[in-house]
């Protein structure tokens, strides 16, 4: 795509999932990425996206440790990022959790550590990345992993839901703040996807056929789906676009309940 090639991309959560799909994706389109893990235990995950990027291109490289909630380890982060490639001009905020429980059970420490990952941890990436771009000409670009449930209601992941949703303004405001600035920033929601978080129905055919019954188009996504659509909006394929949520989920946002006209 136009406009990647020798650029400089952090990927939040890349270990596994969609980031890793996005690390390769963009070493394919000659993008340079530091592959952001959260700690020593996913370190052998990092290294697996690490050689997957060595074999897609003749892009670097390099594994950056940090714990999204942590606002000295971003800094950090971000900062290894810049001394090692000179620069930053792409900031992926992938990184993200959820647990499940009913509203009334959700404890105030697991809603803070939901919130702390998803929704604080996109805040200040994108505040150092922020901070970097407009301290050079040049400007740069930010995509967030949201979700369909940044409008959609998830019951029982209350605090995934609110966090996507708050991302999803994070998204507009800061896209319309620094829009002069030649700073672009959107997001993007995946659907069901087929990821390590999601092992609990993807490797139950029982469950996976329940989830694909609400899709329309009546299956997941895989990984590579999703990297496509981060690609496309950190490219200048994109350059006009900026505080948009692009939903690449399969139907999931057309509301597939009302498929067969049951209300008039």
């Known amino acids: 795509m136009k406009g990647l090639a020798g650029k400089i991309a952090l990927i939040t959560g890349a270990s596994s999932g969609i ?18 893990y959260r700690s020593a235990r996913e370190r052998e995950d990092a290294e697996t996206t ?41 900031l992926i905020n992938n990184a993200g959790i959820q647990k499940h429980a009913r509203s009334h059970e959700v404890t105030l420490e697991d809603f803070n550590i939901v919130l702390n990952v998803n ?24 995509v967030n992993n949201t979700s369909v449930h940044e409008f ?25 703040e620094y829009a002069a600035s030649g700073i672009r920033v959107n997001s993007v929601g995946p659907g069901a996807v087929v990821t390590p978080i999601n092992k609990a129905w993807t490797d139950n055919p029982v469950a996976r056929a329940a989830v694909e019954s609400h899709i329309p188009m009546g299956r997941p996504a895989e990984a590579s789906e999703m990297a496509s659509v981060f690609a496309f909006l950190a490219s200048d394929e ?20 009302f498929r067969t006209t049951w209300a008039s």
């Open 19 to 36: 980031g890793r799909a996005i690390a390769v994706r963009f070493a394919e389109e000659g993008v340079h990425v530091a592959i952001n």
């Open 152 to 176: 959609i209601p998830k019951p029982e992941y209350l605090a995934y839901s609110v966090s996507k949703g708050a991302i999803e303004n994070l998204t507009r405001t800061l896209a319309l």
């Open 238 to 257: 994109a350059s006009y676009i900026t505080g948009q949520s692009l939903f690449a989920c399969g139907g999931l946002s057309l509301f597939a309940e």
């Open 119 to 142: 929704l604080q941890g996109t805040f200040l990436c994108s505040r150092e990345a922020l901070r970097h771009f407009l301290s050079r000409p040049g400007g740069g670009v930010i």
């Open 50 to 90: 690490l050689r997957e990027v060595a074999n897609a291109g003749s892009a670097r490289a390099i594994l950056v440790e940090g714990d999204i909630s942590d606002e000295q380890q971003i800094i950090r982060m971000v900062a290894e990022t810049i001394a090692e490639f000179g620069r930053l001009d792409i």
